[in-house]
């Protein structure tokens, strides 16, 4: 009975791998940053939100410990399998909360609310295999997927039926990355950009570029990624600049920028997507490495173009081409913008993962 009663005060819990900064609120309001999806997600789903700190706070003294042994997202999984039984289902925010959610709801056994998982990359051998050796599978409901190819190992790894595994087209806050938000600042000679750190092939990109007469701007930077920046110990062509930036900052740059350019290393999974979103929500084409976990946004000659991953010849005429034809890029980054307003953006997200949440309460 008492378990009945705790389910009624709020039906889904959803953890955020990180610490909300408290203005967060005012500063979404007064335009400094996008809106935030676990907020928006939260008022979609009415739902409640464990970050960080608030997991540190609910797990006790224990936290500290067990912080110290294995760091901040055990203890964010662990003060989640607490509260378990006060939800009806709970959304994990990626494999990192996930998957020790998981294991910890099969050692307990009894009952436990339903479990649906954000996943980003699961088929790295170390995650794979924890899943395989625990049969972790069977305490997640459902693998949220940004990536068809991910959704397509998980299916064939484990044999997870169709319905479990849902592919959500990725997002961002379109009306914060909106061309008519910032104006762009004129330069003596055109400017490219590439932007953020998760597996991108600057090496590449730095060889492709130089001698142009272009100003190139890596803002090798990310939120999230642990990733080591690849132009560290490279050498920096005369016309590029890698600084970081904050997303306000951001905004400008995609606003100055006559393309973005997203080098990637092989990878299968949506490695670069926010950057290529927020490129297109600001209505820049895109260039962007051939690799298999990136192929579910562009579509080639539609909203922006493929090269062959390493290869800094076909990158360099790829952009020598696309600058050459300024009504083609207009077209691409148009088409690109029109894709994000219809699919892509964060309203049509949050709507997405409601459904999916809404179908099992």
Request: contains cysteine; aromatic residues 8%; proline residues 6%.
């Amino acid at each position: 009975m008492k378990a009945e009663q705790s389910k009624q005060r709020g039906r889904v819990l959803l953890t955020v791998s990180g610490t909300i900064p408290p203005d967060i609120s005012a500063q979404i309001a007064e335009g400094r940053r996008p809106r935030a999806d676990y907020l928006e997600l939260a008022r979609g789903l009415n739902a409640d939100i464990l970050d960080y700190a608030k997991a540190r706070a609910g797990a006790g003294r224990f936290a500290r410990a067990l912080e110290r042994l294995a760091g901040s997202n055990l203890v964010l999984a662990y003060a989640t399998w607490k509260l378990r039984t006060q939800y009806e289902v709970i959304l994990t925010d990626g494999e990192q909360i996930g998957l020790p959610l998981a294991a910890l709801m099969k050692i307990a056994r009894g009952d436990r609310p339903r479990h649906y998982m954000i996943t980003h990359i699961i088929s790295v051998p170390k995650k794979a295999l924890i899943i395989d050796f625990l049969r972790l599978h069977s305490h997640i409901d459902a693998f949220i997927v940004y990536s068809r190819w991910q959704k397509r190992f998980i299916q064939d790894r484990w044999r997870v039926a169709d319905n479990r595994v849902l592919f959500s087209p990725f997002m961002v806050d379109d009306l914060f990355f909106a061309p008519g938000k910032v104006e762009p600042q004129p330069s003596l000679r055109p400017t490219i950009c590439a932007v953020g750190l998760e597996r991108r092939d600057y090496p590449t990109l730095l060889k492709a570029v130089e001698g142009l007469d272009l100003n190139v701007v890596i803002a090798a930077a990310s939120p999230w990624s642990r990733r080591k920046d690849t132009t560290a110990g490279q050498r920096l062509p005369g016309n590029v600049t890698v600084r970081e930036y904050s997303q306000f900052s951001l905004r400008q740059l995609y606003a100055d920028a006559r393309l973005v350019v997203m080098p990637l290393e092989p990878v299968d999974f949506q490695a670069g997507v926010t950057a290529i979103l927020e490129a297109m929500a600001m209505g820049k084409a895109v260039i962007c490495s051939r690799v298999p976990g990136q192929t579910d946004v562009i579509v080639e000659g539609e909203n922006g173009t493929y090269v062959t991953p390493g290869d800094p010849r076909a990158l360099r005429e790829e952009i020598l081409r696309l600058c050459d034809r300024p009504e083609e890029t207009a077209r691409l980054g148009s088409n690109g913008r029109k894709l994000v307003e219809q699919e892509m953006n964060l309203d049509h997200y949050v709507n997405r993962l409601a459904a999916f949440l809404k179908s099992s309460l």
